[in-house]
């Protein structure tokens, strides 16, 4: 396994979440991350405050207001990459927009249409649209870089709602043949399927409805599994898997920031 010291990031989607996260365990190995999203301006839950979270863990944070709705801020993203760091080793497609309110239950006549662009739009358009941008500069990287899209089980079985599966299915179906057509310039592209995550906004869900998020993962814990898989020097060689948190944590020794390592079987035999 090589050292992601100095390697270049963009964590997209990483003001709060999963997606900082992963900012953060990339920085606990030394990486420098540029740390994207909306919310900027301080507080808690703002790319300032993730940024300022990746220096603290031993890397480079450098946040990056954008809203990855919208095109011209994406090509400016990896503008500003490409000025600063020439290339790209590592990108995180986390960015998603969590409709307001949430679809969930009901069915799918029952939401407004703006539900699919939020979830669909959102969590898988701009996927594309980010690794499209990146890819000219993931090709001028000196070694292995590689694509991480956060997904879901929802990929696979029903969760929530009907426009959230077509865009977890579609981003699955997307890094499959992004990896087809990587490999031959030495860049992987894989997904991630986390599990249960206790992220601000289901903590917030369950503060209002007595969720039990006992056997959660945190948002850190799923980020140091993502670490260890980026960080594999064969990780071509496993380009276009699917790779379920719980097995990565399980492969690399993973724990959260607890020392606990969330038991993953329950949560994947209820998400299938």
């Known amino acids: 396994m090589s050292s992601l ?29 540029y740390v994207t999203g909306r919310t900027s301006g301080g507080g808690e839950r703002s790319i ?12 480079q944070g450098r946040a990056v207001q954008c809203d990855h709705g919208e095109d011209e801020q994406i090509q400016a993203l990896f503008g500003r990459v490409e000025k600063e760091c020439d290339a790209l080793d590592i990108l995180v497609n986390n960015v998603y927009k969590i409709p307001d309110p949430p679809a969930w239950g009901g069915g799918f006549w029952d939401h407004p ?21 990146a890819a000219p500069l993931l090709f001028k990287a000196n070694h292995g870089s590689a694509i991480l899209n956060v997904s879901s089980p929802g990929g696979q079985s029903y969760h929530f709602s009907s426009s959230y599966g077509a865009g977890k ?17 030495g860049v992987s592209a894989n997904v991630l399927y986390p599990g249960l995550v206790a992220t601000e906004f289901i903590a917030d869900s369950a503060a ?3 969720m039990d998020l006992s056997q959660a993962q945190s948002p850190l814990f799923v980020g140091r599994a993502a670490a260890a898989l980026l ?13 379920w948190v719980e097995d990565l944590a399980e492969e690399f020794e993973i724990f ?6 969330p038991p993953g079987y329950a949560l994947r035999q209820t998400s299938r």
């Open 208 to 210: 209002q409805t007595g």
């Open 5 to 33: 010291r100095g390697r270049v990031a963009v964590v997209t989607g990483a003001s709060r979440g999963v997606g900082k996260g992963i900012a953060i365990a990339l920085g606990e190995q030394g990486a420098i991350v």
């Open 48 to 59: 300032e405050a993730t940024a300022e979270a990746v220096e603290r863990a031993g890397g």
């Open 113 to 133: 249409i703006s539900i699919w662009d939020d979830q669909v739009g959102i969590g898988l358009r701009a996927h594309y649209v980010a690794s499209w941008h």
């Open 231 to 243: 960080a594999l020097d064969d990780l071509l060689a496993r380009s276009g898997s699917i790779e």
């Open 169 to 185: 299915a579609g981003l699955d179906r997307l890094t499959a043949d992004m990896a087809q057509e990587l490999r031959p310039r």
């Open 256 to 261: 959260d920031e607890e020392g606990n390592r």
